[in-house]
């Protein structure tokens, strides 16, 4: 409070309130930022090749199987129909260094498709038995089937779930020796143990899913996804989770399995490999197209080339950059000092 | 009779409504008011004063209930606002909602709330403030009660009686029926209204005039009927109906107007006639206008191109998703979501849902947040503002006051500056500076010493005076007035106590100018030499009187010396008070009766009423006086013949040399008051206006003091003389028509009637008696007129307010042949203000000069230097005062507005042709004069008008001005005077295109005797035609309806009354503030604005082009990476704090360097920071910046298990670093709260991020973002984009300003360079280089110059750095007077002369075709002109045939630049050699009309008599149709 006196309306006179705070006053001009320049130029030349130097250590291995092309594998797959099952051969000549992740990709699908993306209930994937009972309107027209029974998991994005099913073997002498394929752990540690729960009921998990019915396009119903693990079943299925967690581009990939486990653990030796394949899923009515890729990691993530060069790139132009400041600095300074 | 009165009325009503075509037909008829004790009975119905507004007023907008909707209302009239309710509802349409609803409410909620809230709280203050001004307190008669009974302002009614104390301040328009003072006289002070502060007189009505008893309202039964309410302060007719059917005329000067206060008057009585709204006071005051600011004008142009780009963006994104969903045709991917009800939706329906969606998507283009942001800058500026210790001034302990809170940035954009004059200006303290008498001059070298003390501790004394006050003197109590006196006090208390602090402190302030006390005005050192004269004189003609001798064989220089002071003395209306006495208006018993009847008269020349008044005792009061009259109150309306008095004036006359009395002993009532101003210590005088107090003063300083004033005579001490009473006869008051006033008195010495005069040196000069050419005396008397008028001419020059003093002895035949027509002319009831103007015109002449004095109306602190400034940044600045012309002028002078060396042209006509015609010949006058060889470049003009001879030889282009909206419009050194009559005529429709072109081409206007309204249409006029920004500065009500036109308004507070500050945007204490209020905090206000809205654009925009991008991947479905959270409050919240601070506090020039260097202000005027191109510059670069942020992390991610938000969030963070890394390269002054801004957003968006990303694992559907944020923290890859994104993002800007700083540096630039040098080299370079600076106008108009100059000055910093800043000892001097440096030639860097020699060169060419061709117009026009220089004052008029503009040369003139010139200046037909000629004296069809508007009687005037109008143009000099005059120095 001021006081009353003489000078009750005297502005405080603080540095603030006179606009006089002690403030850095950068001009910008070609003598002051050309060392900038020079360092981030450096720099960046510095990271680019250090980071194109680890992506060419990586080792990608990608296969299209869709089948569209005559005398492909799949190509007798491809009316997704009736069950199918086709064999991609490949060979490796060298050493495919572990640990090995195994990717099933699609192109040209749009998992980013905005009504796609909102047709999920995540209350019913959270296993409240409520959300069984009565789905989210977002999951509509999977919301409930024509006999008005709801549709657990319900919506788009689970009815659409990516169904093949891969089986790698090694072949040894000219016997295929299956390669094992590690499912876990492939979905964020978070979804598989916090966002997606099964709903918690006496008895079995099946009985949960009780008045419901599995989606449309699923074989199976949720609670039996995976017959070969009764744990990895109902929501808390790794692949399920995978998939639900939606692509951000059309054309993406997902972790499908990982090459960890016995002779494999440092990855794939040099020899020949089959790739069984179920080939349930339909891409061809949308120019759609599903490859797999097996690929190793560095510190950085899988094969990407375009950072590094991005960095280079940049790196050299703000070298150029300070070649020509240094030009009009030259021209537009120096010449003044010896008048 | 009666309708005699109305017919000129309706006439006039029906004339006004001619001009106002906009009158209704119900406004001619007139309002009849009653009294309203008449009808206290018939509570409602029958009170015929019902329809009439009552006196509450109400300014707030919005009551209790109304707001809500009223204020939605209003702010949907936004159309932004609408726009986001548009979009928030939206988001409710299931198919095409893009966000949560709620989610997309929140933000047009909060921005319509804190809005609302703003308003609220503006309404409020509005309606505290009505309240407190309906409660003020009055009295009002109550029949009831048969007494006067204390009533709030706002119970006050039409037609109810109040009765008025000193000092009190009146509530409503009230007719005035009785004063308590003796010549029936209510003095107001209007100076809340006009912002005079003198006092002024107001006559009871006429029938009241005569009654000598005490008003009674319950005896009124008379009936009032008048004009209905209209704004128009100096007017005001009407007549009263008394029972008996009589019918008595009312004036202007029966009225006493609403917010005026009463002073020097006990008491006075009236009844309401316009209350509340009605009143002239409210009516004047136009309604507030919406401003809004240019920025803001064109800002919403951009939005509106926002809007477009959305459209596109969003129908593009519709076709392509069209078209997507028809590529797939009837193959339905797994991907495609049916419509819930499971039908599929044709590509064309899908895509028009998409459109909305997308709308909903991109809305945050159109920026929602800037509205809401921009409010919270300007409160921030204007906090800053308020805050600044440069603007606070501690004499009156204000500060400045923002009213307006947003328009802060058109500060820096004014482009013209209309000012008022008195107070504003100047100090409105008149001091005595020197005199000149029978032209000998005497300097008063000591007193000009003294005043320069005086300005220097000027603080410390004005504190003194404030301090001291003068309250008490008000308050006093005198012996015989007690009662009355306890009453007022009281009643002053009381007023005072409901009165706000900010009403005291008004109340206090006027006193302190009404006193006219400051020991400055009052204490004049005289001029030895003078007063040795003065004492000579004056014991001279005291061994004279002694020995009776007459005085006439005193020496001339002698006797008009004493005459001279006895002149200052009397000739005034000045009313001597003493510290504890309110008044010593002491009457005399048996003055029963008003000064100026005929009885009085005659009474005066009979010696019997002499001794009675001797005889009269001082202890006798008013009160018994009218007591003893009272029974006489029935017969008010009688008036004695004039033939009677004309009979009694000729007997008198013939006992003529009975009249010795005149040196007649004190009548012993003086002596008592004597002793008691004696004992009370020195006398105080109070005047009308200030200079009169000034006069009063100096003559005192020569012991000539006023020591009292009766109504019939003046007593006044001189040296060795001792008291001396002076009969006063007549007082023929001040009148702007006239200019000058005049006493008659019979003087005691000398026993003869002598006229004193005081007046307009221009008009006392003519009316000087010409020398006798025979004998020696006359050749004296010519000597002295020249000298005398050399003199004026130096005291005008000095910006001196100059005054002549003149007298003249009657000799009784010639006083008594005068007097009978002066008495006709008092005793008539039409017409009379016309007759008593003739009367006085009749005796005011033949003049003896005695001599000249020149009071200084002291400027306000600054000022020349502020206008300087202001000037040199590029404003025009236009003066608009009510003051006389001469005055203003002077002034104008004074402070710089003027410039001796440049040309004026003054406007002064008396009908609309002869404006016209004096607008076509300045026009072509302005033409033939600076066509072909104007110049922009000062100096060159400089140059061209300190030697008019020599031919101007760097001129530029011509300039063609034939086209009103031309820019840029060159400036000329012109000086434009115009009065206000003539620019009533000039604002015509027909004529106001032609008044521009003409004032525009001046480089300074003053536009004198202007009425308020005349002020706003002005500004009006100059806004809207010209499409300028106007800023109006006054301080006084007179200023009010110009200070809401203009863009900007700007009252000065302290100085009178809050009713300029209340209209106001900006109140500044002193008008030098204005100095930095514009030229550093408008250009900081407008270049942060400015720079934040740019900035909002880019923002904006570099957002929403991420999603676009993005349609392209998701098949154009509106589906956005970024999380609709932080789509959302990105703006509302991540980006917003930094650039908040940023446009608070960023400082692109230091408060030094803009003050230094003023031309940085134009920075603003031509809205360098935010042109249009700049929009789409920052679009492109935002769209730029999006592709980067946007594709980057594509192809990053490409052809990787990324999921959707996974790889928005990282888009989202490169965005925010982005664009706060772009904030940075934009901001110049890196405090610590733009770094703790930025770390500090960073950090939110981080947190709120992480705490969003982990609070809920299944809620925020559809994105789920679920430990995105957590596990992003721990890839590598996002740190690698965060570094290499925003650098490439920014990489071009920063390149770009980075050239920019060093290639083409704007003004700014250079500004900033300066900053960074240290305080000594900076303030020694800045003296070095201002000439080069000021020099450049050509510094914004073209690059390339601009270049040129900073390479030198970039070039001397640097060296100035080099070489460590040597203590140069020049510095040091230089640093005190930056400004003085006068040699501009000798600082010119070398590319700078060079540049001007190719310029010159360049021009040469062209110029000297015309050189002969020009010495062969120019000549005659100028020949002439140039030898009247020497003798002629710029402020004398000159007679018409002074050859200044003789039209046959001029046409000739034009004519033949015109050959010269054809194709490059259209010029005006050539009619106009007819129309000159209609400018010729006695040609004109017009009756000669002197008087001033505010008589407003022209039509009137017809009514003269063929006699009186010769005997008009006898007295008057030439009557001058119009006059042009154009004068050199």
């Known amino acids: ?339 | 009779m009666a309708r005699e009165i109305g017919e000129p009325r309706e006439a006039k009503s029906s004339k006004v409504k001619q001009q106002k075509k906009r009158r209704s037909k119900k406004e001619s008829k007139t309002r009849t008011v009653h009294a309203n004790i008449l009808y206290d009975h018939a509570k409602g119905d029958d009170n015929p004063n019902r329809h009439y507004a009552n006196n509450k007023i109400k300014t707030t907008k919005y009551t209790l209930l109304s707001f809500l909707p009223k204020n939605l209302f209003e702010q949907f009239h936004r159309f932004a606002n609408v726009y986001f309710v548009f979009i928030a509802l939206l988001n409710f349409v299931p198919v095409v909602n893009a966000f949560q609803p709620e989610l997309a409410l929140a933000p047009v909620v909060f921005i319509l709330s804190v809005t609302a809230i703003k308003d609220l709280w503006e309404d409020y203050r509005r309606h505290r403030s009505d309240k407190e001004i309906n409660h003020m307190d009055c009295l009002v008669y109550s029949r009831t009660e048969r007494r006067y009974v204390e009533k709030y302002w706002k119970e006050l009614r039409v037609g109810d009686f109040v009765r008025l104390r000193c000092n009190e301040i009146l509530p409503a328009d009230v007719l005035l029926l009785s004063s308590s003072d003796p010549d029936r006289l209510c003095h107001i002070e209007t100076a809340t209204l006009d912002g005079e502060t003198n006092l002024k007189q107001r006559q009871v009505v006429r029938s009241f005039l005569d009654l000598d008893c005490e008003f009674d309202p319950c005896k009124y039964n008379s009936v009032i009927e008048c004009e209905k309410p209209n704004n128009d302060l100096n007017r005001f007719r009407g007549y009263i109906i008394h029972r008996n059917g009589r019918r008595d005329g009312l004036y202007k000067d029966n009225l006493l107007l609403r917010g005026c206060t009463v002073r020097n008057t006990e008491e006075a009585l009236g009844i309401v006639i316009y209350a509340g709204h009605e009143t002239k006071a409210m009516l004047n005051n136009n309604g507030p206008r919406y401003k809004r600011s240019k920025l803001e004008r064109q800002m919403n142009v951009d939005v509106f191109w926002c809007v477009i780009i959305l459209l596109v963006m969003c129908l593009f994104c519709a076709i392509g998703h069209g078209l997507w969903m028809y590529q797939y045709g009837d193959k339905r991917p797994v991907f495609d979501v049916l419509s819930p009800e499971g039908t599929d939706l044709s590509p064309a329906l899908s895509a028009i849902y998409l459109f909305l969606t997308l709308i909903i998507v991109f809305q945050v283009l159109v920026p929602i947040s800037l509205f809401v942001s921009i409010e919270i800058v300007k409160i921030c500026q204007v906090y800053f503002i308020h805050q600044d210790m440069e603007l606070y001034d501690e004499e009156t302990d204000s500060q400045l006051q923002c009213r307006a809170l947003n328009i802060t940035e058109d500060l820096g954009q004014v482009q013209y500056i209309f000012s008022d004059k008195t107070g504003t200006l100047t100090e409105n303290k008149m001091v005595f500076r020197r005199c000149t008498v029978a032209g000998v001059e005497y300097s008063h070298d000591a007193n000009a010493r003294r005043l320069a003390m005086y300005q220097e501790m000027d603080s410390e004394e004005e504190e003194c005076t404030s301090h001291g006050g003068t309250l008490p003197r008000r308050d006093s109590v005198t012996s015989h007035q007690s009662a009355k006196v306890v009453l007022r006090s009281q009643s002053t208390k009381s007023h005072r106590r409901t009165g706000s602090r900010a009403e005291a402190k008004r109340a206090s302030i006027l006193s302190k100018h009404t006193a006219f006390s400051s020991p400055m005005e009052k204490d004049i050192t005289p001029d030895p030499e003078l007063l040795e004269k003065v004492n000579d004189c004056a014991s001279q003609m005291e061994f004279m009187r002694f020995h009776s001798q007459p005085f006439s064989h005193l020496p001339s220089d002698l006797s008009d010396i004493i005459d001279f002071f006895i002149a200052l003395t009397i000739c005034n209306t000045v009313v001597v008070s003493s510290p504890n006495q309110p008044r010593q208006k002491v009457r005399r018993f048996e003055l029963k009766s008003p000064v100026k009847t005929i009885e009085d008269f005659i009474k005066r020349f009979t010696p019997s009423r002499l001794t009675s008044g001797s005889n009269s005792s001082s202890s006798s009061s008013l009160v018994t006086t009218r007591s003893a009259s009272h029974k006489a109150c029935s017969s008010i309306l009688s008036s004695p013949s004039a033939e009677s008095t004309l009979t009694k004036l000729d007997e008198e006359r013939s006992r003529g040399g009975t009249l010795d009395h005149a040196f007649s002993p004190v009548p012993p009532s003086y002596d008592e008051t004597k002793s008691l101003i004696q004992e009370e210590g020195e006398l105080r005088y109070e005047a009308e206006s200030p200079d009169e107090a000034a006069l009063v003063y100096a003559a005192r300083a020569y012991k000539c003091s006023l020591v009292g004033r009766l109504p019939d005579q003046v007593t006044v001490e001189l040296p060795h003389l001792g008291k001396l009473n002076f009969e006063l006869l007549h007082t023929l008051g001040f009148d702007s028509t006239r200019k000058r006033m005049s006493v008659v008195v019979k003087h005691p010495l000398t026993d003869q009637i002598t006229v004193y005069t005081k007046g307009a040196d221009s008009v006392i000069m003519d009316l000087i008696s010409p020398p006798a050419t025979d004998h020696s005396k006359g050749k004296r008397q010519r000597k002295i007129l020249f000298k005398t008028q050399n003199y004026l001419n130096v005291y005008a020059a000095d910006g001196l307010r100059t005054l002549c003093i003149a007298k003249k002895v009657l000799s009784k035949e010639e006083y008594a042949s005068w007097l009978r027509r002066h008495l006709e002319a008092e005793t008539a009831i039409q017409g009379r203000e016309e007759l008593l103007f003739e009367s006085a015109l009749r005796l005011e002449t033949n003049l003896h000069l005695l001599g000249a004095t020149g009071i200084e109306d002291r400027l306000q602190d600054g000022v020349p230097e502020t206008i300087a400034s202001l000037r040199k940044a590029g404003l025009q600045i236009w003066v608009l005062t009510g003051d006389k012309q001469e005055t203003a002028i002077n002034i104008a002078y004074a402070c710089k507005l003027l410039d001796p060396e440049e040309e004026i042209i003054t406007l002064n006509a008396e009908s609309q042709e002869a404006c016209a015609v004096l607008l076509e010949e300045s026009l072509h006058y302005i033409q033939a004069k600076f066509l072909c060889n104007a110049s922009t470049d000062q100096h060159a003009s400089r140059v061209y008008h300190q030697d008019y001879s020599a031919l101007h030889v760097p001129a530029p282009a011509c300039s063609p001005y034939a086209s009103l909206h031309t820019v840029p419009f060159l400036v000329h050194r012109l000086g434009l005077v115009i009065d206000g009559r003539t620019l009533a005529y000039a604002l015509e429709k027909s004529l106001e295109d032609k008044f521009l072109a003409v004032a525009r081409s001046c480089r300074s206007v003053l536009c004198c005797r202007s009425t308020p309204l005349q002020k706003s249409k002005v500004v009006k006029l100059v806004r809207n035609k010209l499409k300028v920004m106007t800023l109006a500065i006054g301080d006084g009500a007179n200023d009010v309806s110009m200070i809401q036109v203009a863009d900007v308004g700007v009252g000065i507070s302290g100085q009178e009354g809050m009713q300029a500050v209340m209209a106001s945007d900006f109140a500044l204490p002193r008008f030098r503030n204005l100095q930095k209020l514009l030229l550093v905090h408008g250009h900081w206000c407008y270049s942060r604005l400015a720079n934040m809205i740019l900035y909002f654009f880019y923002k904006n925009a570099m957002f929403v082009a991420l999603i676009f991008w993005y349609q392209f991947y998701c098949g154009f479905s509106g589906s956005a990476m970024i999380d609709q959270w932080y789509l959302i409050f990105f703006n509302l919240m991540f980006s917003a704090f930094p650039q908040l601070i940023t446009a608070t506090l960023d400082k692109d020039v230091s408060a030094a360097t803009l003050q230094d260097l003023p031309q940085l202000y134009m920075n603003g005027q031509n809205s360098e920071e935010y042109k249009p191109y700049m929009f789409w510059m920052n679009m492109i670069d935002a769209f730029y910046q999006s592709l980067v942020c946007f594709f980057i992390p594509y192809f990053a991610y490409s052809d990787s298990d990324v999921d959707l938000f996974t790889w928005g969030t990282p888009i989202t963070t490169l965005a925010l670093l982005t664009i706060l890394l772009h904030l940075g390269i934009e901001t110049k002054t890196w405090t610590w709260m733009n770094w703790a801004s930025i770390v500090f957003s960073v950090c939110l968006f981080f947190t709120v991020a992480l705490c969003y990303n982990a609070s809920c694992p299944t809620c925020y559907s559809p994105s789920n973002p679920y430990w995105t944020m957590q596990r992003l923290l721990t890839d590598p890859l996002f740190y690698l984009l965060c570094v290499i994104t925003p650098i490439t993002a920014l990489l071009p800007r920063y390149f770009y300003r980075a050239c920019q700083g060093t290639l083409f540096p704007s003004p700014v630039h250079i500004g900033r360079q300066l900053d960074k040098l240290p305080t000594e080299i900076r303030r020694h370079l800045l003296s070095q280089t201002r000439v080069k600076l000021g020099s450049l106008g050509a510094l914004f108009a073209s690059r390339s110059s601009s270049f040129a100059f900073s390479r030198p000055l970039t070039k001397q910093s640097q060296r100035q750095e080099k070489a460590v800043a040597p203590p140069q000892p020049k510095s040091t001097e230089v640093t005190d007077t930056p400004r003085s440096s006068k040699h501009p030639e000798n600082h010119l860097g070398p590319s700078q002369k060079k540049e001007k020699r190719s310029h010159s060169q360049s021009q040469r060419s062209r110029v000297s075709a015309l050189t002969d061709l020009l010495d062969n117009t120019q000549g005659p026009l100028r020949g002439p002109s140039l030898t009247d220089t020497d003798t002629l004052p710029y402020t004398r008029e000159l007679p018409r045939t002074g050859p200044v503009l003789e039209p046959a040369t001029l046409t000739a003139a034009v004519e033949s630049s015109d050959h010269a010139w054809v194709t490059s200046t259209p010029l005006l037909p050539q009619t106009e050699c007819i129309q000159l000629t209609l400018s010729r004296p006695g040609v004109s069809p017009v009756i000669p009309n002197e008087r001033s508007s505010e008589s407003g009687l022209s039509s009137d005037q017809r009514f003269l008599s063929q006699e009186d109008r010769m005997e008009h143009t006898q007295t008057s000099d030439c009557p001058k149709e119009n006059t042009l005059k154009t004068t050199f120095l």
């Open chain 1, 1 to 339: 409070m001021k006081n009353e006196g003489e000078m009750a309306n005297r502005p405080d006179n603080t540095a603030f309130t006179q606009q006089r705070l002690p403030a850095w006053q950068p001009v910008l001009s070609a003598g002051i930022v050309i060392p900038g320049f020079v360092l981030i130029g450096l720099a960046f030349i510095g990271i680019g090749v250090a980071l194109f130097v680890t992506s060419q250590k990586i080792q990608v291995l990608e296969t299209d199987y869709t089948g569209a092309e005559q005398g492909s594998p799949c190509y007798d797959c491809r009316d997704t129909s009736v069950p199918c099952v086709c064999r991609v051969n490949f060979s490796l000549s060298k050493l495919f260094e572990g640990p090995v992740f195994f990717y099933y990709g699609l192109s040209n699908y749009f998992q980013n498709y905005r009504q796609y993306g909102s047709s999920r209930d995540d209350d019913q994937l959270s296993g409240y038995t409520s959300a069984f009972t009565s789905p989210s309107e977002t999951c509509a027209p999977y919301q409930y089937n024509s006999q008005k029974k709801p549709i657990v998991p319900c919506g788009s994005v689970a009815n659409s779930m990516f169904n093949d099913s891969f089986k790698l073997y090694h072949v040894v002498n000219g016997q295929p020796r299956p390669v094992p394929l590690d499912g876990k752990g492939i979905a964020w540690w978070t979804d598989y143990n916090i966002k997606y729960r099964n709903p918690t009921v006496n008895g079995t998990l099946a009985s949960a899913f009780a008045d419901t019915v599995k989606p449309i396009n699923w074989p199976r119903p949720a609670y039996d996804l995976d017959t070969t693990d009764p744990s990895n079943n109902g929501f808390q299925n790794q692949d399920f989770i995978v998939w639900m967690r939606r692509a951000a581009l059309p054309n993406f990939r997902k972790l499908y399995r990982r090459i960890t486990e016995g002779d494999y653990a440092n990855g794939l030796p040099a020899g020949n490999y089959t790739l069984e394949i179920t080939y349930n899923y339909p891409v061809l009515a949308f120019d759609g197209r599903k490859k797999v890729v097996f690929s190793n990691v560095s510190w950085m993530g899988g094969k990407n080339q375009f950072l590094g060069i991005a960095y280079l790139v940049i790196g050299s132009l703000c070298i150029v950059m300070s070649v020509v400041m240094l030009i009009v600095y030259a021209k537009y300074k120096f010449p003044e000092d010896e008048l």
